[in-house]
């Protein structure tokens, strides 16, 4: 993980949290595991209240993607896209459904960060090596300073294609060696809310 040092004052960034996919659908795949929800949760809450304290923009993105009927978890049908029980309620500057992996494929995302003039990204949510790890890379071609927050990403185990396990934590691991310092900084939730006030 890429060590965090403040760095003297530039132009003011203005930044916005992500708040990706936290939705009650993943509570609905068989791959959904509660061990790993409270660490997350803590994580991800700190982060929120921090930004919310602090007015700055939070953003809501919801994944919407396959058959539109009530036994598809993330299809309006299910009812099932709606926050994660047990994250902290925020009012959310903007709200956005996507249908791919990267939040700013064809959400208008991009469009509303570029009208408020946004330039520094602030990443979380679910899941940390799909649809957190892609927006990363995504908004960091694009232009935009990235922050990811590996403690404030939730994914779950795997099995590799040689048929080893690979846990979460081994997941959010590899997720900051690859971004940090090519696609984004890593860190903490104190130290994404010490940059974010630069």
């Not at 709200?95 to 939040?103: D, G």
């Not at 408020?116 to 960091?140: K, W, Y």
């Amino acid at each position: 993980m890429e060590t965090f040092i403040p760095t003297e004052k530039g132009p003011k960034m203005h930044s916005a949290l992500l708040v990706i996919d936290v939705q009650e659908s993943f509570r609905h795949r068989p791959f959904f595991d509660a061990r790993e929800l409270p660490a997350y949760l803590a994580a991800q809450n700190a982060l929120i209240a921090g930004w919310a304290g602090r007015g700055w923009p939070i953003v809501r993105v919801f994944h919407r993607s396959g058959p539109d009927t009530p036994d598809n978890p993330f299809s309006p049908a299910s009812g099932h896209i709606r926050p994660l029980q047990g994250l902290t309620g925020f009012e959310a500057a903007a709200t956005f459904t996507k249908t791919r992996h990267s939040a700013l494929v064809g959400s208008g995302l991009d469009v509303w960060l570029t009208q408020q003039g946004i330039n520094r990204l602030v990443v979380s949510g679910i899941r940390t090596e799909q649809c957190c790890e892609t927006t990363t890379r995504h908004a960091s071609d694009l232009g935009w300073q990235v922050d990811f927050v590996p403690e404030a990403t939730l994914t779950w185990d795997m099995v590799q294609p040689d048929g080893r396990p690979l846990t979460a934590a081994d997941i959010r691991a590899r997720t900051a060696t690859v971004l940090a310092g090519r696609f984004a900084t890593v860190c903490s939730v104190p130290q994404a809310l010490e940059r974010a006030a630069l």
